[in-house]
């Protein structure tokens, strides 16, 4: 069973022979150190779990670490005479894949490709091997899933713990927000000092179901690290009462720094977070759809039959009249969790008619987005669905001439190539970025100068 579990960061400054003048500065996280690899050396684990953020990472796959062992130092931070041997707990990693197989969830060891031990991994092996070594590691990397996803991989993890009867200790390594001074390495943003606040308050509390509430556009903008590997520790604690120690907390260097331990008591059917957080999107989806205009209620019967039954619907007869006598260009986007699910739409009409066209984007948004994999049926309470269709579009001589709220932009190259960005997005803040993500879309370098730019407008219905 998992006994205790640690969050910390992973500054390779950290270490002495690596941050020789900057170990006067994290006076607090040094110490947070130490008395976390005392509490991780109390529990005398046969196997110490660690999910990093800078292991083998996919957008669609968690990837678990493979084989009977791995080495690793810290040659690229100057310290190359600090160097890790470690033994997987292989038995253990063998399960977890063969129980996700099963399962059906993207994780495992089937991708791994990576034998050399990351610094996100490394930098808290050195403070817990001062005090402790008779453990078996298991390694595990992060994914672009959403949270919920990330949680549910800390379930099933725990799952396989069980069944195996291991002594398991558990280690989210992950810095903070990224952003909290100007003189720091990434400047300032009030998001970074803001996540910090309330991570703390999170993880020092033992709230974890506020993990699965974070908005992911506020995530990016604080240029957090760890957020998606302290929910794998939470769904491994999933219905278990946890008592939190707070140990330290600072950002020296504008990047946050934060250790929490946690022992870990009996178990508690009330603190099955995902489970309760799942109800509750789908009470509040449920309740926004009774307020859905017809666009969105298209859409969302559009997707849901194609996905339950295979098969396009027809046009209902009841629509208002704009909907069969009105051509435009339609996209549908597809939210679950906060995050992007898929996106697909046309530029200008190609259709009959709007409802043909939101039919038939709806269709594609769910199941022929190359970014992500197919909507299931299993997934259709979560989804959230809006549609933006088109105005006609116009050619602008300069960028003065674009809004990102108001407009959306089409850049175009000579030899046809051509990328569209949508208006009004989240984390889209400057016309230049605007600009710059539709164009790469495209597969056009934004600083091409015969690169031409369209505008035009749009009603979302949401």
């Not at 994914?143 to 991989?153: A, D, I, K, R, V």
């Not at 604690?237 to 009996?266: K, M, N, Q, R």
């Not at 164009?439 to 407008?457: T, V, W």
Request: net charge negative; glycine share 8%; hydrophobic share 35%.
């Amino acid at each position: 069973m998992i006994t205790r579990a640690v969050m910390l960061p992973h500054p390779p400054c950290a270490i002495p022979e690596i941050g020789i003048s900057e170990l006067k500065d994290m006076k607090a996280t040094e110490e947070g150190y130490q008395m976390m690899a005392d509490f991780i050396a109390e529990a005398k684990p046969d196997t110490i779990i660690i999910s990093s953020p800078h292991t083998v990472m996919y957008r669609d796959y968690f990837n678990v670490s493979s084989g009977t062992h791995a080495h690793g130092d810290f040659s690229r931070f100057n310290a190359g005479r600090i160097s890790f041997d470690v033994c997987y707990d292989e038995e253990l990693t063998s399960a977890l894949t063969q129980y996700c197989m099963k399962k059906q969830f993207p994780a495992g060891t089937e991708y791994d490709r990576d034998r050399e031990l990351d610094h996100g991994t490394m930098v808290p092996l050195y403070f817990i091997n001062q005090k402790y070594h008779d453990y078996k590691l298991v390694r595990i990397g992060l994914s672009g899933y959403s949270l919920t996803m990330h949680y549910q991989f800390g379930i099933y993890l725990n799952d396989i713990i069980q069944k195996m009867n291991r002594k398991a200790v558990y280690v989210a390594s992950g810095d903070l927000a990224h952003c909290q001074k100007n003189d720091g390495p990434y400047g300032y943003r009030p998001e970074g000092p803001e996540y910090d606040k309330r991570i703390m308050e999170t993880m020092g509390t033992g709230r974890f179901e506020e993990l699965l509430e974070y908005d992911p556009a506020f995530l990016e903008q604080s240029m957090e690290c760890g957020h998606r590997s302290f929910c794998i520790m939470a769904g491994v604690l999933d219905g278990y009462s946890v008592t939190p120690h707070v140990l330290s907390h600072e950002a020296p260097f504008g990047v946050g720094y934060g250790i929490v331990a946690y022992e870990v008591g009996d178990k508690d059917e009330e603190r099955h977070f995902l489970k309760q957080y799942e109800q509750k999107e789908q009470h509040g989806i449920e309740d926004k759809a009774k307020h859905k205009d017809d666009y969105v209620r298209l859409a969302g019967m559009s997707l849901s039959n194609w996905i339950r039954e295979h098969k396009r619907i027809a046009v209902p007869k009841d629509l208002p009249e704009q909907f069969v006598k009105q051509r435009a260009g339609v996209f549908v986007s597809i939210h679950e969790h906060g995050e992007l699910r898929g996106c697909i739409g046309t530029i200008s009409p190609v259709r009959k008619n709007i409802a043909e066209e939101i039919i038939e984007n709806a269709i594609s948004a769910s199941v022929r987005d190359p970014r992500f994999d197919p909507i299931s049926e299993e997934e259709l309470p979560y989804l959230e669905l809006s549609v933006d269709v088109l105005g006609e579009t116009e050619p602008i001589s300069d960028r003065s001439q674009l809004d990102v709220k108001r407009y959306g932009v089409i850049c175009s190259a000579p030899d046809g190539r051509k990328g569209l960005l949508l208006p009004n997005l989240e984390g889209v803040d400057t016309v230049d970025q605007q600009i710059s993500i539709a164009a790469r879309k495209g597969g056009i370098d934004p600083e091409e100068d015969d690169m031409k730019l369209e505008r035009f407008d749009v009603v979302r219905h949401v």
